[in-house]
T-cell receptor, first 113, second 112 residues
Framework: AAGVIQSPRHLIKEKRETATLKCYPI?????VYWYQQGPGQDPQFLIS???????DKGSIPDRFSAQQFSDYHSELNMSSLELGDSALYFC????????????FGSGTRLTVV | GQQVMQIPQYQHVQEGEDFTTYCNSS?????IQWYKQRPGGHPVFLIQ?????EVKKQKRLTFQFGEAKKNSSLHITATQTTDVGTYFC????????????FGKGTHLIIQP
């Protein structure tokens, strides 16, 4: 079965640079979520999209933005990168509603140097 | 928003021993989900509990939702090395928000 696809798997950027992470959700899933996970930490919710519209917002810094496109893929744009942005970034998708679990992608490991 | 306290943070067991992790909330939860994350992997959805007092089983895993819907537990019987990982509970923040809030997780370490 198709899973959530994230790219790239690894990304190394310098401070103050910009990064773009991509996510391709499971077909027919109508909601996409972005999470940030630091080493040994729990995933922190950043932002979600339902049917290509921003649905919910968590602890996403103002330097970050995201959008979902007409083909349902989503991109997380991160500007003015800081060392503290180094983390695993997960995308997840699901059907909307509290009865459904999330399917996570394999994540993008971002290292800011 | 909703928050859950998950304990213990770490659990070392000998292979074959049982393991339990607990999630507690100060407020009534609409539902609770459980995820497993293997070292270096991504969270994988295990189960969702919705009803008061609900008990669900998946092979050696037993999930419970408290009668007051304020606590939940995951119990693994006779742990195996494949059970290694971090187990997270997750809840919705409430107010129509659809982003799950994760507990801090319990890291299960198994000694052969």
């Amino acid at each position: 079965a198709a899973g959530v696809i994230q790219s790239p798997r690894h990304l190394i950027k310098e401070k103050r640079e910009t990064a773009t992470l991509k996510c391709y959700p499971i077909p027919r899933h109508d909601t996409v979520y972005w999470y940030q996970q630091g080493p040994g930490q729990d995933p922190q919710f950043l932002i979600s999209f339902y049917e290509k519209m921003q649905s919910d917002k968590g602890s996403i810094p103002d330097r970050f933005s995201a959008q979902q496109f007409s083909d349902y893929h989503s991109e997380l744009n991160m500007s003015s990168l800081e060392l503290g942005d180094s983390a695993l970034y997960f995308c997840a998708s699901s059907l909307r509603g509290i009865l459904y679990g999330y399917t996570f992608g394999s994540g993008t490991r971002l290292t800011v140097v | 928003g909703q928050q859950v306290m998950q304990i213990p943070q770490y659990q070392h067991v000998q292979e074959g021993e049982d393991f339990t992790t607990y999630c507690n909330s100060s407020t009534t939860l609409s539902n609770i989900q459980w995820y497993k994350q293997r070292p270096g992997g991504h969270p994988v959805f295990l189960i969702q509990l919705v009803k008061s007092g609900e008990v669900k089983k998946q092979k050696r895993l037993t999930f419970q939702f408290g009668e007051a819907k304020k606590n939940s537990s995951l119990h693994i019987t006779a742990t195996q090395t494949t059970d290694v990982g971090t187990y997270f509970c997750a809840v919705y923040s409430g107010g129509g928000a659809d982003g799950l809030t994760f507990g801090k997780g319990t890291h299960l370490i198994i000694q052969p």
